[in-house]
């Protein structure tokens, strides 16, 4: 029998009557055996076709299955089609699929890719034959002084080239300025010192106020004295009355999601005639950005106000300027715009230098 079925005869009909019938139609049976009423064996096509015919007449229900076929995973791992495809991840493994290089300089990206494709560096290679790291990365620093570094990343079948280039030497011109104290610019409490030459003339938790003698530049030891001059920063705490008129309309621009398009281009619809993977596959970005607008309205002042004013605060100063602390004085709400006066308690380098008077 080229194909053979496994069949399952239950139900409450005429159990022995069926297989009486089968037998005497000339039915191949095999493997026959009968459990509390439950018959199990094994027929061929023309059986089958026998049994479908006179199921009904004798009332029995009839389960029909393909032998040697299992069913479920099982039958799966067992298949010649889960052995192909486990084969070919494991072909595809051996080979290098995409080469990157990540730079924000063109002009760098172009030399790497020209050196690695020298190097036979590119997609659709065993990576049995791609060279070691070290010897990859000591090839384009020897022909790019630029580079300081090269390094690599590989995931998966993916090799990503992150050149890193040397900082830029610059010549800094060293001025000669005559030798000064640190004073206070504005009133505060000293908070921390950070001083590069000089003296220390106040101390920490010690308020000043605007024009005192923070650090000074005459060192005095003995009967000898020195003028070296003070350096350095000098940090305090101190309060700030910023006053503010903006309009109650505030316009606000949100960055919305970006979106990645892949679009893929044959090898037939190219017009190149040098072929990589990077032109068979093309990325296009595309993110919406949205614009809109809000009312600044009364019980705003905690929640959208005083951060607004911090944030412009901060960024209309280039120190290192630190927010600590918000009181606000008065606010008023008019028809068209908002307007009112908060203090700021900021912490920030109050040292300013004032030159040491040595006479003619």
Sequence with gaps: ?????????????????????????????SSLSVVEGVARFRTDRQGLMIIRRTRRRYRVTVKISIAGVESGV??????????????????????????EVESDWPEVVERIDQKLEKASIVPLRLLAFIPDEGEIRRDLMLDDPSLSWVRFRRVGAT???????????????????????????TGGVITDFALKKGERVSRVHQTVKKGDTL???????????????????????????????LPNIVEYQLQGE?????????????????WSLKSFIQTERHRNDKAGQ?????????????????NKLLSESLSKAIVQDEKILHVSFDN?????????????????????????
Excluded: H
């Design 74 to 99: 099982k039958g799966i791992f067992n298949s010649n089609l889960f052995l192909i495809a486990c084969v070919i991840p494991f072909i595809a493994s051996l080979f290098l699929w995409t080469v």
């Design 336 to 360: 068209d715009k908002v307007s009112g006066t908060i203090l700021f308690l900021i912490n920030d380098n109050i040292a300013i230098k004032r030159p040491i008077s040595q006479g003619e």
């Design 159 to 185: 090799l990503t080239v992150i050149p890193m280039l040397s900082p830029p030497t610059i010549d800094e011109v060293v001025t000669e300025e005559p030798p000064a104290d640190l004073v206070a610019r």
């Design 258 to 274: 970006e979106t990645v398009e892949l679009s893929f281009n044959f090898p037939w619809q190219q017009q190149k005639k040098k």
């Design 215 to 245: 650090a000074t530049g005459i060192l005095v030891q003995g009967d000898k004295r020195a003028v070296v001059g003070a350096d350095g920063e000098v940090y305090a705490d101190y309060w700030v009355e910023y006053s503010f008129n």
């Design 294 to 310: 809000f009312e600044l309205v009364v019980g705003m002042e905690e929640t959208v106000l005083i951060p607004l004013l911090k």
């Design 1 to 29: 029998m080229r194909r053979r079925y496994d069949i399952k005869v239950s139900g409450n009909g005429d159990l022995t009557g069926f297989l009486t019938k089968l037998a005497t139609t000339g039915a191949k049976v």
